[in-house]
């Protein structure tokens, strides 16, 4: 183990604007050569924490700092922030947001222009760095024409291109990541620990998936103070997750479901590594034939109908043939990598788009020649970014703002209103200045401005985007209730959990073209649509295989079930 | 979609050849000499030589045919307004009178007025293809080492190139905005009043500020967090040292230059006159 290159020492932080301090009483050391991650649900503290180490706190967040904090030896309030990272290389959660420079190349180069350097070395710093991180056949490239994957490739780049780092930060690398993508991310920064030995941290919530690197070391934060730091296999033997509600990889949850204690010498921390005793094995299988098939009511009335449905956009073809039917009360998610043209197909059925060919019927009825606004009667259509929605300043007036521009008198108005406010668990806020709201709070006021139209269908993209497990049940939990008044629901998603856990079909698409329509289940134990569609096998399926238990579907309907009845005890 | 207004145009040419510096600084030399000189002769030569140039890049008028309508029309509002204001000007300046008829007290039409408005109307078809030039042969990427070069600071320059870099994004939300909103019912089309209408885009405007907001946010974050703004100068990965073929094109302009001012103004008057 190498020397300390981080040192906390009983080190607070309080932002200005707030109250009460961020960080409480951080003692905390990182060596040099470590691979770290930092895990901790939202406001928790852990990006507070990375900014420090960047320089982001306190030279650009300002607030009051006690304690040490030393990095290299030196302590960070006596360094700038250009000192900073000159040690600490960041790469930042957007990925595409981060992009300054419009080519591969360009973009690797920011930091070398602002450093001064000239042309010549600069070339050749450049030339290497697309080596190091494998695109040096893209280096004229356009970002813009790069996969996800390759788009990790050259942000990891822009930040190796200062070769003494002696620290890379990843900042929530797996958010807005489809599966498959955030496997790759992962297993890049593995890639990059081994070529060069850096110190690597990684901040994140997610942590079966971030587990796919070798961690020496987990933080667990909660409420800006460490509550463990352990290694990982330590961490998924102890019960330090659920207190935090940091949701805990699938296959150990199920074990300790089943009434097995996980011991660290399994090493639990890889599915396909993980020793299984016998006992374990046994009692996985007499949980699960607990199993009761919980069928939901559906009326199965056809609701939505697309009929080789074609749309091309600048002589691309984006969407082909498709065809398919939702049924009045289902939730149901559609899944597919970026670019599959997921957001696309939810446009035309909206209106927003007009398709080139092929019959869209609501109810029996064909609505493709409706315009828009007819259309958004019956069929909602909720944003990923609420900040792209919201346009009043006064929660009432923003869930108000459909119905007034239907002249629908403003008694009406009222009672509506709310009442939607109401269901939404708004309604206290109700003259309250949006701005006052949280992001969740504003994700429910979207969906409350749709809602008080009262539509058939809701279309929501990506609803649980970047959020932690516990803001992911609130908001997911609401939608679900929102659905046994009767609204159908169509999630345009890459989140394995969402589609498994809520949702009782998946429409995979691939390139514009439908390839399966199917129970999650289904599709996610299958290796070729898993493949085709960017998502990843989930762990639960392994977990059945290696304990020998009969129906692995069975037991993963199981585990849902089960999982969720215990989250409900949260509320 | 929104209609690619202004943007790069990738070709293999002469003109794009050329470092975005040379081209900036031929511009502005071109553009100063067209607004010094009322010399018909030499505007009618700038003229021929700006067609040539715009030839040789290889860039079809139809592709900036939007750009070229705005700017035609603008020229069209320009010789009206000129003529309602002073229509007397070309009078004025070539001091003579030969008048064509009249319309109504002072606003008669004159060859002088006439000749006055062509010289201006020139002036425009001189200045706009090499503007334009500029604009859409340069890659954007140096676009900012560019204007760097010629003493605007980095900080300005890189601002002006992330501007024209984000645009298509801004359209795109703008866009994505508008159809959420229209599906609330706020109507766009001709069939609200104006003072609705005009109420009904500050609806798109607020969430467009506020997402563009965070863009912005991101944005400054990541380039802090990687050294800009620690020194006074910086360099440019994409900047292009100057060829031959820059010097000789930077030379030759100079010249031209030199000379257009020497005959403009060797008699003491910025314009030519026919009707002596």
């Not at chain 1, 290299?72 to 000159?86: N, Q, R």
């Not at chain 1, 949701?247 to 097995?260: C, I, M, N, W």
């Not at chain 1, 609701?303 to 039917?325: A, C, G, I, M, P």
């Given at each position: 183990m190498g020397k300390p290159i981080i040192s906390f020492q009983q080190f607070s932080f309080k932002y200005?604007?707030?109250?009460?301090?961020?960080?409480?009483?951080?003692?905390?050391?990182?060596?040099?050569?470590?691979?770290?991650?930092?895990?901790?649900?939202?406001?928790?503290?852990?990006?507070?924490?990375?900014?420090?180490?960047?320089?982001?706190?306190?030279?650009?967040?300002?607030?009051?700092?006690?304690?040490?904090?030393?990095?290299?030896?030196?302590?960070?309030?006596?360094?700038?922030?250009?000192?900073?990272?000159?040690?600490?290389?960041?790469?930042?959660?957007?990925?595409?947001?981060?992009?300054?420079?419009?080519?591969?190349?360009?973009?690797?180069?920011?930091?070398?222009?602002?450093?001064?350097?000239?042309?010549?070395?600069?070339?050749?710093?450049?030339?290497?760095?697309?080596?190091?991180?494998?695109?040096?056949s893209h280096i004229d490239y356009s970002i813009h024409e790069l996969s996800g994957g390759l788009k990790q490739r050259v942000s990891l780049g822009g930040v190796l291109v200062e070769q003494d780092l002696d620290l890379l930060l990843f900042d929530e690398p797996l958010a807005n990541l489809d599966p498959a993508t955030g496997q790759y991310?992962?297993?890049?920064?593995?890639?990059?620990?081994?070529?060069?030995?850096?110190?690597?941290?990684?901040?994140?919530?997610?942590?079966?998936?971030?587990?796919?690197?070798?961690?020496?070391?987990?933080?667990?934060?909660?409420?800006?103070?460490?509550?463990?730091?352990?290694?990982?296999?330590?961490?998924?033997?102890?019960?330090?997750?659920?207190?935090?509600?940091?949701?805990?990889?699938?296959?150990?949850?199920?074990?300790?479901?089943?009434?097995?204690?996980?011991?660290?010498?399994?090493?639990?921390?890889?599915?396909?590594?993980?020793?299984?005793?016998?006992?374990?094995?046994?009692?996985?299988?007499?949980?699960?034939?607990?199993?009761?098939k919980e069928e939901k009511p559906i009326?199965?009335?056809?609701?939505?109908?697309?009929?080789?449905?074609?749309?091309?956009?600048?002589?691309?073809?984006?969407?082909?043939?498709?065809?398919?039917?939702?049924?009045?009360g289902e939730m149901i998610s559609l899944v597919g990598k970026n670019g599959a043209g997921k957001s696309t197909l939810a446009k035309v059925i909206c209106g927003f788009e007009k398709h080139s060919s092929g019959t869209i019927e609501l109810d029996g009825q064909r609505i493709d020649q409706e315009s828009i606004f007819k259309r958004a009667n019956r069929i909602g259509f909720v944003l990923q970014n609420p900040n792209q929605m919201i346009s009043k300043h006064l929660i009432f007036d923003e869930v108000a703002l459909g119905l007034r521009l239907r002249n629908v008198s403003e008694k009406e108005v009222e009672r509506r209103v709310h009442k939607v406010l109401q269901v939404c668990g708004l309604y206290p806020f109700r003259n309250w200045p949006i701005s006052a709201l949280s992001f969740g709070q504003k994700k429910r006021l979207t969906v409350a401005s749709i809602l008080v139209l009262e539509p058939e269908i809701i279309i929501l993209d990506e609803p649980t985007a970047g959020q932690d497990l516990k803001h992911f049940t609130e908001i997911m939990d609401f939608l679900e209730q929102l659905n046994h008044l009767g609204v159908t629901i169509i999630f345009i998603t890459h989140d394995m959990h969402l589609m498994l856990e809520y949702t009782s079909r998946a429409l995979v698409l691939v390139d514009g073209q439908l390839i399966a329509d199917q129970s999650p289940v289904d599709v996610l134990t299958n290796d070729l649509w898993i493949e085709q569609a960017h998502l990843k096998r989930t762990s639960l399926f392994d977990l059945a295989i290696k304990a020998e238990v009969e129906d692995p579907k069975q037991f993963i309907n199981h585990f849902i079930s089960y999982d969720r009845k215990v989250r409900k005890t949260w509320q | 979609m929104a209609v690619k207004m202004l943007g790069y145009f990738e070709r293999s040419s002469v003109i794009h050849q050329l470092s975005g510096f040379t081209k900036l600084v031929i511009f502005l030399l071109w553009s100063s000499a067209a607004m010094l000189t009322y010399d018909t002769r030499i505007l009618i030569i700038l003229f021929i030589l700006s067609m040539i140039i715009f030839k040789l890049s290889k860039v079809q008028l139809k592709e900036i045919r939007y750009v070229l309508m705005l700017i035609l029309f603008f020229l069209l509002l320009n010789n009206i307004a000129i003529y309602l204001f002073s229509p007397q000007e070309g009078v004025k300046i070539y001091g003579s009178s030969h008048e064509l008829f009249s319309i109504y007290g002072r606003y008669n039409l004159t060859l002088e007025q006439l000749f006055y408005q062509f010289n201006v109307t020139l002036k425009y078809f001189v200045v706009t293809p090499v503007a334009l030039l500029f604009i859409i042969t340069t890659h954007p990427s140096e676009f900012a080492a560019s204007l760097n070069k010629i003493g605007i600071s980095y900080k300005i320059s890189i601002a002006v190139s992330l501007a024209l870099r984000y645009l298509p994004d801004i359209q795109r939300d703008f866009r994505t905005i508008s159809q959420v909103q229209q599906a609330r019912g706020v109507d766009f089309s001709k069939n609200e009043k104006i003072t609705k209408r005009l109420k009904n885009v500050v609806s798109i405007m607020m969430p467009l500020i506020f997402s563009s907001l965070d863009?912005?946010?991101?944005?400054?974050?990541?380039?802090?967090?990687?050294?800009?703004?620690?020194?006074?100068?910086?360099?440019?990965?994409?900047?292009r040292p100057l060829s031959k073929l820059d010097w000789y094109s930077l030379l030759i302009s100079i010249f031209l230059f030199i000379v257009i001012i020497i005959v403009t103004f060797h008699d003491g008057s910025r314009f030519y006159n026919p009707f002596n």
């Open positions: 200005h604007s707030q109250v009460e301090p961020t960080l409480k009483n951080i003692t905390l050391t990182i060596n040099q050569g470590e691979k770290v991650l930092i895990l901790g649900p939202s406001g928790s503290g852990k990006s507070t924490l990375a900014h420090c180490l960047n320089g982001l706190v306190p030279f650009s967040f300002k607030g009051e700092m006690t304690g040490k904090l030393t990095i290299k030896g030196k302590e960070t309030k006596d360094l700038d922030i250009f000192s900073l990272s000159k040690i600490v290389g960041t790469v930042l959660q957007d990925t595409d947001g981060q992009f300054i420079g419009l080519s591969v190349g360009e973009d690797i180069a920011f930091t070398l222009e602002n450093e001064q350097v000239a042309l010549e070395p600069m070339h050749k710093i450049v030339q290497e760095t697309t080596q190091l991180v494998g695109v040096d991310a992962m297993k890049l920064i593995d890639q990059i620990h081994q070529k060069q030995e850096k110190t690597v941290i990684v901040i994140e919530h997610r942590l079966e998936d971030a587990l796919q690197l070798e961690f020496d070391r987990i933080i667990v934060i909660d409420e800006g103070e460490i509550v463990s730091d352990t290694s990982p296999n330590q961490l998924l033997a102890s019960n330090v997750l659920d207190k935090v509600h940091i949701r805990e990889p699938l296959y150990t949850k199920a074990l300790k479901y089943s009434g097995s204690v996980i011991h660290p010498d399994q090493n639990p921390q890889h599915i396909d590594q993980f020793l299984l005793t016998e006992t374990n094995k046994e009692r996985l299988n007499t949980w699960q034939e607990h199993y009761q009326d199965s009335k056809p609701l939505l109908n697309l009929d080789q449905v074609n749309f091309s956009y600048e002589d691309k073809k984006v969407l082909t043939d498709l065809s398919f039917t939702i049924q009045r | 863009r912005i946010d991101t944005i400054s974050q990541a380039m802090e967090l990687r050294s800009f703004g620690k020194h006074k100068k910086r360099t440019w990965y994409s900047e």
